[in-house]
T-cell receptor, first 113, second 110 residues
Framework: ETGVTQTPRHLVMGMTNKKSLKCEQH?????MYWYKQSAKKPLELMFV???????ENNSVPSRFSPECPNSSHLFLHLHTLQPEDSALYLC????????????FGPGTRLTVT | DAKTTQPNSMESNEEEPVHLPCNHS???????IHWYRQLPSQGPEYVIH???SNVNNRMASLAIAEDRKSSTLILHRATLRDAAVYYC???????????FGSGTKLNVKP
């Protein structure tokens, strides 16, 4: 595996479910990011982790809970989501937490029913 | 609260140069200008970034106006693989202010 991988690629969940998105980077980077891309809105930065410490949380609802157990893995835990949370969730990594030259994964297409 | 303005779409012929404009009239002195592109069904891909001087890399060139209120991404010879949405982004010292706009959808005709 190379680059940034995300699983699953597609996810359908009900509003009462709990699920997790996984991201793994194979680039030796120290920073990882979660973004949300909705159909009619620009890409939105959700969370930033640098050296496994959360350094940014852009007013994201608590039903989204990130976890970064090590510099190669990032999770987004989901619970009691709303239909408006349906979107493409993208993970990215960069060498450090400054955000330069981010490498993105292919995303997880989430549908909340 | 968009900080960049780009045309919604542009069209180019294959093997011709493409100039993608971006306006950022409220740019501050410490804002870097980044460009990413997103091919269909893929995550965004880094293209280039700069602060004041023009920049070149293997993918593209970035021309920054002297007053820094606008910039242009230049693809020297468009290929069909360059068809994507191109995002012009400003990043300031506060990392959480990393604004993606709506981007320009580039269509490349054979």
């Amino acid at each position: 595996e190379t680059g940034v991988t995300q699983t699953p690629r597609h996810l359908v969940m009900g509003m009462t479910n709990k699920k997790s998105l996984k991201c793994e980077q194979h680039l030796g980077h120290n920073a990882m990011y979660w973004y949300k891309q909705s159909a009619k809105k620009p890409l939105e930065l959700m969370f930033v982790y640098s050296l496994e410490e959360r350094v940014e949380n852009n007013s994201v609802p608590s039903r989204f809970s990130p976890e970064c157990p090590n510099s190669s893995h990032l999770f987004l835990h989901l619970h009691t989501l709303q239909p408006e949370d349906s979107a493409l969730y993208l993970c990215a990594s960069s060498q450090d937490g400054t955000g330069y030259e981010q490498y993105f994964g292919p995303g997880t297409r989430l549908t909340v029913t | 609260d968009a900080k960049t303005t780009q045309p919604n779409s542009m069209e180019s012929n294959e093997e011709e140069p493409v100039h993608l404009p971006c306006n950022h009239s409220t740019i501050s002195g410490t804002d870097y200008i980044h460009w990413y592109r997103q091919l269909p069904s893929q995550g965004p891909e880094y293209v280039i970034h700069g602060l004041t001087s023009n920049v070149n890399n293997r993918m593209a060139s970035l021309a920054i106006a002297e007053d820094r209120k606008s910039s242009t991404l230049i693809l020297h010879r468009a290929t069909l693989r360059d068809a994507a949405v191109y995002y012009c982004i400003l990043r300031d010292d506060n990392f959480n202010k990393f604004y993606f706009g709506s981007g320009t959808k580039l269509n490349v005709k054979p």
